[in-house]
């Protein structure tokens, strides 16, 4: 079984993670849930331009005061940092499908090992709409996915293949959950990094996709800063 770990902890590991994974300079869209996180994770000397569906290039991290003016696509408050702009949708989604991303945040239902992405709908439940993610996993040229690693049911999510409708096919680059890591490399899916509070034979346990693993597979990022965040 795998540990019961509290919530925050798990969607700020997550979100942490995937921030120290971005290029500085790179434009990133962040989907609703974990992803919107992750802006507030970004280390130090490290410069992202946050974009969202609805028209805002140079999102920045949730204000301290609740600021309705300035919403994402998700339904969060957040800022606009200096030199960022509001733009029409038309031109938003022209960045999406213009293929002027450099990576796009999405959480996710189901991922498979064909690297097949499926986060949209779950027939016969109410659908509150896909938003811009059929765009977003085409139109961007990375697609990191961040989610917990099984169901509230304790069912894998990430599975041989997926058996929910697709919102991309081929096309996710990385998978971050708060118990490990995996990049596509070559086509495989593959374990790069593990947290702290698991084994190998774990998460093999409860990821039902067949994966390969990295060399010496070290402990996952970011979870180090946990303890000295708690303490703050």
Same mark, same amino acid.
């Given at each position: 079984?795998?540990?019961v770990l509290d919530g925050e902890l798990i969607r700020h590991r997550i979100a942490r993670r995937i921030a120290m994974d971005l290029e500085d300079g790179s434009v990133v869209n962040l989907g $609703?849930? $974990?992803p919107t996180l992750v802006s507030d994770h970004i280390p130090e000397g490290v410069e992202v331009v946050f974009q969202?569906?609805?028209g805002v290039v140079g999102a920045g991290p949730k204000p301290e005061k609740t600021d309705w003016r300035f919403i994402g696509a998700g339904g969060r408050c957040l800022t606009i940092l200096p030199g960022g702009a509001l733009v029409a949708s038309d031109f938003s989604f022209g960045m999406i499908r213009g293929g002027h991303l450099d990576a796009t945040v999405l959480?996710?239902?189901q991922i498979?090992?064909?690297?097949n992405l499926a986060n949209w709908m779950v027939p016969g439940k109410m659908v509150p709409?896909?938003?811009?993610a059929m765009d977003l996993v085409s139109g961007a040229r990375r697609v990191i996915v961040a989610t917990t690693h099984v169901?509230?049911?304790g069912e894998p999510k990430i599975i041989p293949k997926c058996t929910l409708?697709?919102?991309g096919a081929n096309v996710v680059d990385t998978v971050v959950t708060e118990f490990a890591l995996f990049r596509f490399m070559e086509g495989k899916l593959t374990l790069c990094e593990i947290a702290p509070e698991v084994t190998l034979e774990d998460i093999e346990e409860h990821t039902a996709a067949s994966f390969a693993v990295v060399k010496d597979l070290p402990t996952m990022k970011g979870c180090d800063m946990e303890k000295e965040e708690r303490e703050a």
């Open positions: 079984m795998l540990p $609703i849930g $974990i969202t569906e609805n959480g996710a239902l498979d090992e064909d690297a709409g896909m938003g811009g169901t509230k049911k409708p697709l919102t």
